[in-house]
Structures are given as structure tokens and as C-alpha cells.
């Protein structure tokens, strides 16, 4: 029996407060582990939005990484030291 090593905890920084995420992991999944689920808002009338397709086709995941905007979370992976913003709290 083979035993994968467990991948590398790097701590990120979400919306301002830092958190440990595993390395290489999604974006959307490291937010989602860190209890933050809405990840901006409808630009029509201001409910929350968060993940739907995990592919990035529908564009409800969009934060700004490392201060680039309109990022995919879903198909951005986790670096040590990111800075993920939201758009759902302000």
C-alpha cells in the first residue's frame, strides 16, 4: 500500500483575515473551507452570489487575486502569501 505525502498548508489572506489552505488547491475551495461562501454580488439587485459550476463557465466565483479583478476562483489554484478578495462584503 502506497502513501501519498499530504499536501503543503500555505496561509492565504481572505478578504483581509488570514487562513491556511492547502497548496495547489482551488481557490473556490479554499474560500468555501474558510466558511466564506458568498464571493460577490448580483450587479442588478445585490443578493449575494457564490460558486455554481466549479468550471469556470458561469462567472459566479469571481473575486480579485493578488489584486488582479474579475478572477476565477474556481479555476485559480492556491500560492502561499495570495491575497483573495471578495466582492459579497461590502
Avoid at 479554499?30 to 458561469?58: D, H, I, K, Y
Avoid at 466565483?61 to 462584503?89: F, K, L, P, Y
Amino acid at each position: 500500500m502506497s502513501t501519498r505525502p499530504l499536501p503543503e498548508h500555505v496561509t492565504v489572506t481572505i478578504d483581509g483575515t488570514p487562513s491556511r489552505a492547502w497548496a495547489g488547491q482551488s481557490v473556490t475551495a479554499a474560500l468555501v473551507t474558510a466558511g466564506v461562501w458568498p464571493v460577490r454580488r448580483n450587479q442588478v439587485n445585490g443578493e449575494p452570489r457564490g460558486p455554481f459550476c466549479g468550471m469556470g463557465v458561469c462567472l459566479e466565483c469571481e473575486v480579485t487575486i493578488n489584486g488582479r479583478q474579475n478572477a476565477r476562483s474556481c479555476t485559480a489554484h492556491v500560492t502561499d502569501g495570495m491575497d483573495i478578495r471578495t466582492a459579497a462584503h461590502g
